[in-house]
């Protein structure tokens, strides 16, 4: 029995010798072939130069066939090897597929551990930034406050200063108007020029008290205690055997700035007094603390390590003299000299006690 021709592979000369084919319907075949590629039975009964039934005749008498026998096995073969082969793949794939699943959940895993990480070592810092933050703020705060209250306090000083030095003008406004007024006065009538009338150098050099010749007389400013000058010059007065008229013309002759403003500002029965006018001056700058603020630094009064005794007791028995200005110097020299007779015994007592032990 003939081999079956291939259809799908066989060349026009093989077509045109099958049975009741011919060259046109094995161009036909060809035409075909050309156009679906491999041919089956649907294609060929599609030929309209051939009736259907033919090409099942054919194929029934194994005439013709489609594929070769061999191939169909080997091709079944292939196609088994194929799909083993495509199945292994397949596990393969899925295999990896797991793999890659487990490691990519695994490093989503580890990533997400590491942002937990991250994320609290950024919550940690952030906190310790805002809390240095917090801290720097504070700080800052609390040196506004302090440098607004030392600016409030140095505006208040400035405020101060400025209602004292607008006081201060004030006051040497009205001391320049009144020093105008006094010197308007002086040149219509001045105090020695009214003495002048009373008082006669000449009248008295030859009087009858005969006193030594005075000596140059110190001036006084009022800038010092008119205590001691008035005591020096009291002394004087009362050597020279000076009389109160010649004693208030001596004085104004002395005084300088400030004592001869103060004079020259005083009422006139002031002026021409001299009891009044010495104590006015006492009154004006002597220098002397209310008796009761003397008495408390009496009582708080201590010897200086180089102070000798003397002077210890000459600086004690004037503030007792100004802390008791109504008790007779006898009086206050007797009490003062016991008081330092027992605190001389106290000393030495404690410097014996020191010494035993």
């Not at 000459?314 to 109504?326: H, I, K, N, V």
Request: charged share 35%.
């Amino acid at each position: 029995m003939a081999k079956p021709i291939n259809i799908n592979k066989a060349n026009f000369t093989q077509l045109k010798a099958i049975k009741k084919i011919g060259e046109t319907r094995a161009l036909a075949i060809i035409a075909k072939r050309e156009e679906d590629g491999l041919l089956n039975l649907d294609n060929l009964k599609e030929i309209p130069e051939a009736p259907q039934s033919l090409w099942t005749a054919l194929l029934n008498e194994k005439i013709i066939c489609f594929e070769d026998p061999e191939e169909s096995d080997e091709g079944q073969e292939v196609l088994k090897n194929t799909i083993e082969s495509l199945r292994h793949k397949i596990l393969s794939v899925e295999k990896s597929r797991d793999d890659m699943a487990e490691t990519f959940q695994t490093k989503i895993e580890k990533i997400s551990e590491q942002s937990k990480a991250h994320i609290e070592e950024q919550r940690l810092m952030f906190e310790q930034q805002r809390d240095v933050y917090t801290k720097q703020k504070q700080e800052q705060i609390e040196q506004m406050k302090e440098m607004i209250k030392s600016q409030n306090e140095e505006i208040k000083d400035i405020h101060e200063y400025s209602k004292k030095i607008q006081t201060q003008l004030q006051q040497k406004e009205t001391l320049l108007k009144v020093e105008k007024v006094i010197a308007e006065k002086e040149e219509k009538s001045s105090p020695v020029q009214l003495l002048k009338g009373k008082y006669n150098a000449n009248d008295h050099k030859h009087s009858d008290y005969g006193g030594p010749t005075a000596p140059k007389m110190s001036t006084y400013d009022g800038r010092n205690d008119w205590r001691p000058y008035y005591l020096q010059f009291s002394t004087i007065a009362d050597r020279c055997k000076w009389q109160s008229e010649q004693r208030l013309y001596k004085l104004i002759e002395c005084l300088r700035d400030k004592a001869l403003k103060f004079y020259s500002s005083r009422p006139k029965f002031v002026q021409t007094n001299y009891e009044s006018l010495c104590k006015k001056m006492e009154e004006r700058f002597g220098r002397k603390e209310p008796p009761h603020i003397v008495r408390r630094l009496l009582q708080d009064l201590k010897q200086e390590q180089e102070e000798s005794l003397e002077e210890f007791a000459e600086r004690a028995q004037e503030l007792a003299t100004d802390g008791y200005p109504d008790t007779p110097d006898n009086f206050v020299q007797t009490s003062f000299w016991v008081l330092i007779s027992w605190r001389n015994l106290e000393q030495l007592l404690i410097w014996q006690t020191t010494l035993s032990t």
